[in-house]
């Protein structure tokens, strides 16, 4: 089977969730003797062109625009949209998969993609198909409990406040015109499939993203070199990681940490993230709250050293303060039998379950999320409990290999229909 996946970014050069999952399901299919096609885009003209990629063939087409006409050539980019029906015409996919396509390779793919192959499936990572942006206007920040139901419905209002300038008054019915041309939606969470169909975006089904447990295992000298390396390896390590925008809950973190430290003082926040302008808020209040030795940058990990980061801490948090769609911080920890702290907001509930494998706390409220995790630092045990309780529910219900056999399925499904 001739697969194309589309997705504005794909390693190794992204680092974003999205692509991550797409190139482990590519990756995967590989193996099993399909030829895999991937359409990315880069923003310098240098790395453009065609290239083999670990077996698969990788075609990067140059796009670069300022982020203020996003809501116009995210729905058709001149810079990319002839280019990929170049690519798709010459490749003849019998399926063709797009990920996250809402920047650069654009909403036209989609009706490109139908022209020229049997089926097309759309796996949304996120709320972008209605949101300019991460989406979080559902949230109260003042109710610092979890909420029973959240109304996931966006008023045109709220849109219009996200939005600002770029408002661009045809773009959701357009894209909504679009997914006309997609034969199946994937979402990678009952939560952001509740959000897309409160805002008339339908044929959804959840397919939740995977992990392989066997890439998590490491070495305990390699453990033993990363806690040297960062000088923790006397403290009661909370791991945070990847993008350290505000909305990931960084401002939260370090004021949480404030009242762990005061009961811990060996404990510290490890973060595994660029030093960019949000780090730099973050050390900033660590610095005012007297706190800045606690708080580790490590930069941002990859391959032995990430998993060293998770296999030295002693829980994971993921504090994100907006609807995020799975969040892998959550599996990975989990893999690595580490107890998470999560957010209530998104998909991340419905991978770890409160008192079982970890907690689920509202991040608004400083306090609960600092006794939570204040709780596993002082008991090792329950700790251990609730990372080996995580460990098997990540084996049973978040395997990759069942993620790629259910999307197989739903390939061969589809295509038989057609044929």
């Not at 995967?28 to 030829?35: A, E, I, S, V």
């Not at 670990?54 to 990319?80: C, D, K, P, V």
């Not at 350290?244 to 005061?262: A, D, F, P, Q, T």
């Not at 419905?350 to 608004?364: A, K, S």
Request: charge should be positive.
């Amino acid at each position: 089977m001739k697969i194309l996946y589309l997705s504005d970014d794909f390693p190794p050069l992204a680092k974003g969730g999205a692509s991550i999952i797409a190139y482990r399901i590519a990756k995967d299919l590989l193996k099993k003797g399909h030829q895999i096609f991937i359409i990315t885009s880069v923003q310098k003209k240098s790395q453009a062109g065609e290239m083999h990629f670990e077996g698969m063939t990788l075609f990067r087409i140059y796009a670069n625009y300022h982020e203020r006409w996003r809501a116009y050539l995210s729905l058709y980019n001149f810079q990319t949209v002839n280019k990929v029906e170049e690519i798709i015409k010459k490749i003849k996919p019998d399926v063709v998969h797009a990920f996250n396509v809402h920047y650069h390779l654009s909403y036209h793919c989609f009706k490109i993609a139908k022209q020229y192959c049997k089926v097309v499936f759309l796996t949304a990572c996120d709320t972008m198909l209605f949101t300019y942006g991460k989406f979080f206007s559902y949230v109260n920040p003042d109710n610092l409990l979890i909420p029973a139901h959240f109304d996931y419905h966006i008023s045109l209002w709220d849109t219009i406040k996200q939005a600002k300038k770029r408002y661009n008054p045809l773009r959701n019915i357009i894209i909504r015109w679009y997914l006309k041309y997609v034969d199946k939606i994937f979402s990678p969470s009952k939560a952001i499939k509740e959000a897309l169909e409160a805002n008339h975006i339908k044929n959804i089904d959840v397919i939740y993203s995977g992990i392989d447990l066997d890439e998590w295992r490491i070495r305990e000298s390699d453990i033993s070199s990363f806690k040297e390396k960062y000088n923790v390896l006397d403290k009661k390590i909370v791991f945070f990681g990847g993008r350290l925008s505000g909305l990931k809950g960084g401002k939260n973190i370090i004021l949480v940490m404030e009242k762990v430290i005061s009961e811990i003082p060996q404990a510290v926040l490890l973060i595994a993230g660029h030093k960019d302008d949000n780090a730099q808020k973050m050390l900033i209040l660590a610095k005012e709250l007297k706190i800045e030795n606690n708080i580790i940058f490590t930069g941002w990990l990859l391959g032995n050293e990430l998993k060293a980061a998770y296999h030295s801490c002693d829980l994971a948090v993921f504090p994100s303060l907006y609807l995020d769609g799975f969040g892998l911080i959550n599996l990975e920890a989990m893999a690595a039998k580490k107890p998470m702290v999560s957010t209530c907001f998104g998909g991340a509930s419905e991978i770890v379950v409160d008192n079982e494998t970890g907690y689920v706390v509202n991040p608004f409220n400083i306090k609960i999320m600092a006794q939570k995790i204040s709780d596993l630092l002082k008991n090792p045990e329950k700790a251990k409990q609730f990372s080996q309780i995580g460990y098997e529910r990540v084996k049973k219900y978040f395997s990759i290999l069942e993620q790629i056999k259910k999307t197989f399925k739903y390939y061969c499904n589809f295509l038989e229909k057609k044929d």
